[in-house]
T-cell receptor
Framework: DGGITQSPKYLFRKEGQNVTLSCEQN?????MYWYRQDPGQGLRLIYY???????QKGDIAEGYSVSREKKESFPLTVTSAQKNPTAFYLC??????????????FGEGSRLTVL | DAKTTQPNSMESNEEEPVHLPCNHS???????IHWYRQLPSQGPEYVIH???SNVNNRMASLAIAEDRKSSTLILHRATLRDAAVYYC?????????FGSGTKLNVKP
């Protein structure tokens, strides 16, 4: 079945450590996104990519990094520079780039806790 | 950036219609109005979207005001499975702006 797979589902990290969250999609979608969600809050955009080897910062990119070496993969690294990384992270993809009508498909999320 | 305003929570009885309002007074001519919903500890799922005309699909209906400064998501017969947080979002060329959403409680 086609979809978006995020891993790991739960992750614990010590302060000062970098951690990479995986996001893979087999929907042949062009655009991919990373969002952060804090308890009781909406989603905030971290990074997005419309094409391989290209990505743009979202509203809260500081302390995060991404890569888009393959169309189906868009990993997110949470670096030690991110001051408050404990959150629920959501990856999404969209079929067409630069469109206002494309539906976003979300993964099931990765919950990161910093100890 | 355009923003949306929604009530924090609403309550409905099962099998009754639900009208979820959204204000977006700063909407631009190229912004589409999208609605997504999110169950606890899951990613959001698409519900419906529109530009100017009212839209219907198997999940819901979207009523858009003539001046486009507000819209209403209509669930025709709420079920317990419709209990979720509903987000009204403006989509402008790949940037989706999520607010805090409306938490819908459905009473049996």
């Amino acid at each position: 079945d086609g979809g978006i797979t995020q891993s790991p589902k739960y992750l614990f990290r010590k302060e000062g450590q970098n951690v990479t969250l995986s996001c893979e999609q087999n929907l042949n979608h062009d655009a991919m996104y990373w969002y952060r969600q804090d308890p009781g809050q909406g989603l905030r955009l971290i990074y997005y990519s419309q094409i391989v080897n290209d990505f743009q910062k979202g509203d809260i990119a500081e302390g995060y990094s991404v890569s888009r070496e393959k169309k189906e993969s868009f990993p997110l690294t949470v670096t030690s520079a991110q001051k408050n990384p404990t959150a629920f992270y959501l990856c999404a993809s969209q079929k067409r780039k630069q469109t206002n009508t494309g539906e976003l498909f979300f993964g099931e999320g990765s919950r990161l806790t910093v100890l | 950036d355009a923003k949306t305003t929604q009530p924090n929570s609403m309550e409905s009885n099962e099998e009754e219609p639900v009208h979820l309002p959204c204000n977006h007074s700063t909407i631009s001519g190229t912004d589409y109005i999208h609605w997504y919903r999110q169950l606890p500890s899951q990613g959001p799922e698409y519900v419906i979207h529109g530009l100017t005309s009212n839209v219907n699909n198997r999940m819901a209906s979207l009523a858009i005001a003539e001046d486009r400064k507000s819209s209403t998501l209509i669930l025709h017969r709420a079920t317990l499975r419709d209990a979720a947080v509903y987000y009204c979002i403006l989509n402008n060329f790949n940037k989706f702006y999520f607010g805090s959403g409306t938490k819908l409680n459905v009473k049996p």
